[in-house]
T-cell receptor
Framework: GQQVMQIPQYQHVQEGEDFTTYCNSSTTLSNIQWYKQRPGGHPVFLIQLVKSGEVKKQKRLTFQFGEAKKNSSLHITATQTTDVGTYFCAGRTQGGSEKLVFGKGTKLTVNP | NAGVTQTPKFRILKIGQSMTLQCAQDMNHNYMYWYRQDPGMGLKLIYYSVGAGITDKGEVPNGYNVSRSTTEDFPLRLELAAPSQTSVYFC????????????FGPGTRLTVL
């Protein structure tokens, strides 16, 4: 079945450093979504990418969707302690059902 | 709007007991989902529904049952609880499926002893 691999599993940074998490799918995706889960909380939607090569920005966060629509990345510039949490990507296979397949997430901790 | 609500927040079950996790949404969303989240394992889809009266299996449906008699409610039933079902359960909803934002409830933390 469809798999979505996410790396790294954990990332610890000093406040002010950059952070990137990568998402790779075994199959071509029709769309990819990114969610953030704060410790003890529930996943919260960040963004959706649909087009090949798409890049979207939200303040210090930059999201990319690969040209082949099989990979994606989330880059945070100059991390802050408020960025702490686990970041998940989730994708749907082209022509697939209404299921989103989630990656295992990257847990980010930020040292102040 | 309350969004997606889940009850209970916490529950401890003994092996072999049964229970129903409640989920409700007031956003008039057609699609609803149940996920389980094990430590370090991301979210795995248990069941989903594309509308009242329609449900389908996700990745890990064994040991669970669902029903969707109304648009608002999507309860998850655990029959004969097992330690392997210890997890955090999240319900989510979206208006138009997997191409749309999923809104998650606060979760139910279940322990089976």
């Amino acid at each position: 079945g469809q798999q979505v691999m996410q790396i790294p599993q954990y990332q610890h940074v000093q406040e002010g450093e950059d952070f990137t998490t990568y998402c790779n799918s075994s199959t071509t995706l029709s769309n990819i979504q990114w969610y953030k889960q704060r410790p003890g909380g529930h996943p919260v939607f960040l963004i959706q990418l649909v087009k090949s090569g798409e890049v979207k920005k939200q303040k210090r966060l930059t999201f990319q969707f690969g040209e082949a629509k099989k990979n994606s990345s989330l880059h945070i510039t100059a991390t802050q302690t408020t960025d702490v949490g686990t970041y998940f990507c989730a994708g749907r296979t082209q022509g697939g059902s209404e299921k989103l397949v989630f990656g295992k997430g990257t847990k980010l901790t930020v040292n102040p | 709007n309350a969004g997606v609500t889940q009850t209970p927040k916490f529950r401890i079950l003994k092996i072999g007991q049964s229970m129903t996790l409640q989920c409700a949404q007031d956003m008039n969303h057609n699609y609803m989902y149940w996920y389980r989240q094990d430590p370090g394992m991301g979210l795995k889809l248990i069941y989903y529904s594309v509308g009242a009266g329609i449900t389908d299996k996700g990745e890990v449906p064994n040991g669970y049952n669902v029903s969707r008699s109304t648009t608002e409610d999507f309860p998850l039933r655990l029959e004969l609880a097992a330690p392997s079902q210890t997890s955090v359960y999240f319900c989510a909803s979206s208006y138009s499926g997997s191409a749309d934002t999923q809104y998650f409830g606060p979760g139910t933390r279940l322990t089976v002893l």
